[in-house]
Nanobody, 118 residues
Framework: QVQLVESGGGLVQPGGSLRLSCVVS????????KGWYRQSPGKERELVAH???????TYADSVKGRFTISTDNAKNTMYLQMNSLKPEDTAVYYC????????????WGQGTQVTVSS
């Protein structure tokens, strides 16, 4: 069974940093780690950062210059380094990937809470 498990969230003061991790496990023949999304109460889920292996990355305007997405394909892991955090970054963060196990399917992690507050 395929699982995406996020970790690294928590409570941080404004201006602080966190590093989120997303580890993919299970029956995997191929994987395409795609990106990070976030959702705040009362708001729709939004794209934070997207990565295309060998091509590049894109970021939401609100996080450009502060967040960095990366992957370690050997470990089936995706990261989101978040610096200069702001209260408006408070949300549940989700990772997303396409995984091939007899067919391609899109998967989401369970989410990790990030709270930025003094």
């Amino acid at each position: 069974q395929v699982q995406l498990v996020e970790s690294g969230g928590g409570l941080v003061q404004p201006g602080g940093s966190l590093r989120l991790s997303c580890v993919v496990s299970g029956s995997i023949f191929a994987i395409n780690l795609k990106g990070w999304y976030r959702q705040s109460p009362g708001k729709e889920r939004e794209l934070v950062a997207h990565i295309i292996s060998g091509v590049g990355t894109t970021y939401a305007d609100s996080v450009k210059g502060r967040f960095t997405i990366s992957t370690d394909n050997a470990k089936n892991t995706m990261y989101l380094q978040m610096n200069s955090l702001k209260p408006e970054d408070t949300a549940v963060y989700y990772c997303n990937a396409d995984i091939y196990d007899r067919s391609w399917r899109n998967y989401w992690g369970q989410g990790t809470q990030v709270t930025v507050s003094s």
